[in-house]
Every structure is written in structure tokens, then in C-alpha cells.
């Protein structure tokens, strides 16, 4: 995790200060101080003296976040004071992410679409009425009708689906043929489980 060879994080707009911001901002766990130095090729004590000035920045700034170190490293943070605000928006679902078992859920859906709940539990072994409710409440997927002769709900993927992935349509989606074991694999397998 280092930076290409000859690429000086001073040269870059807001210099060094702003490589580590910009680092600690897309880091989802604490990154320890000696991590951000190798990574952006700094001498350490020149990489922490950056965290706290960013810190006491932000403290000074009046930002609805704070950088802070724990024991395992340094993150951004939202300030305490904003805690019901950021409950209420986590709490409504704007921020979670989805389970596996809802992204497994999702991309069966994606790309068998339309396509009955049951046939979405038979690949995936497991029951998916709760994750195809979620997905539903979260706006990712849809009831697309019924599909005859028994009369099951079809699902489909939204307008919102294709929106959070940059899509302007489900044909955009990357083929799944390159990712798939050769035929040969997939008997050996479907043979081992019998």
C-alpha cells in the first residue's frame, strides 16, 4: 500500500495535509499513523503532526465531525453533539449497508429478473422472504406481477438499484459468464453434493 513510484503528495492541490484527509475521509476502520506514512510515503512524525492539526482544525471549525486517534488508529468521526440527528438518518435506512445475504438476494435478482421468491430460495438453499422484504423496503427491488400458472409475485430490480450502482439500465450489468467455473467444474461439483 504504498504511492506509485516519483508521485509527490506535496505537488498534489492542498499538499500532504490533504492526501492524509483524504485518506482518513474513505478509511471505514481507524488507520494507524505509521500505515498513512507508508502509504503516502511521509516520515512519520511529519504524518502525525497532520493528524493533529487536521484535528484541532476541525475542533476549531465548528464541523459536525472530528478526526480522533484511538488505539488502533485515526478516523473521522461525527461529533457527539449531532448523535440524534445522525441516529435519525441512520435509523431510516439511508446509510446501511446490505447484508450478504441481501446482496446475494439482490444480484440473483438482478440478473434472473423477472424472477419468483421461490426460484431466488432455491439458489440460494435458504428461505429469502426476509431479505426480498428488505430489499423491497429499501427501494432496490419491486413486485413485478404474477407469474402463471401458480400465480408467484415476480420481483424486479428499481430505477433506485441502477441509480446507487451508476447504471442507466440492468443491461449494463457486467456479464457473469467470465466469473462462472468451466461446465466440466460445475458437474464435479453438482456431483460431489449428491
Known amino acids: 500500500m504504498s504511492l506509485q513510484e516519483g508521485l509527490d503528495v506535496d505537488a498534489l492541490p492542498g499538499g500532504a495535509r490533504a492526501a492524509v484527509e483524504a485518506v482518513v475521509m474513505v478509511a471505514d476502520e481507524p488507520v494507524p499513523a505509521l500505515v498513512l506514512a507508508a502509504a503516502l510515503a511521509l516520515p ?3 504524518v502525525e503532526q497532520l493528524l493533529h492539526e487536521l484535528a484541532e482544525d476541525y ?3 465548528g464541523r459536525g465531525f472530528e ?3 484511538s488505539a488502533s488508529g485515526w478516523r473521522v468521526y461525527s461529533r457527539q453533539e449531532f448523535s440524534d440527528v445522525v441516529e435519525r438518518f441512520v435509523r431510516d435506512g439511508a446509510t446501511a449497508r446490505l447484508s450478504r445475504a441481501s446482496l446475494e438476494t439482490l444480484a440473483i435478482i438482478a440478473y434472473r429478473q423477472p424472477v419468483a421468491r421461490s426460484t431466488v430460495s432455491s439458489i440460494r438453499g ?3 422472504d426476509a431479505t426480498i422484504r428488505t430489499l423491497v423496503q429499501r427501494g432496490l427491488v419491486a413486485e413485478s406481477g404474477d407469474e402463471s400458472p401458480n400465480g408467484a409475485i415476480l420481483y424486479v430490480t428499481t430505477g433506485e438499484f441502477c441509480e446507487r450502482l451508476g447504471l442507466t ?7 457473469l459468464a467470465p466469473y462462472l467455473p468451466e461446465a466440466d467444474v460445475l458437474d464435479d461439483i ?3 453434493s449428491r
Open 59 to 61: 475542533d476549531a471549525g
Open 67 to 69: 478526526l480522533r486517534e
Open 190 to 192: 453438482a456431483g460431489a
Open 126 to 128: 435458504v428461505s429469502a
Open 169 to 175: 439500465s440492468v443491461d449494463e450489468l457486467p456479464p
Open 44 to 46: 512519520l512524525e511529519r
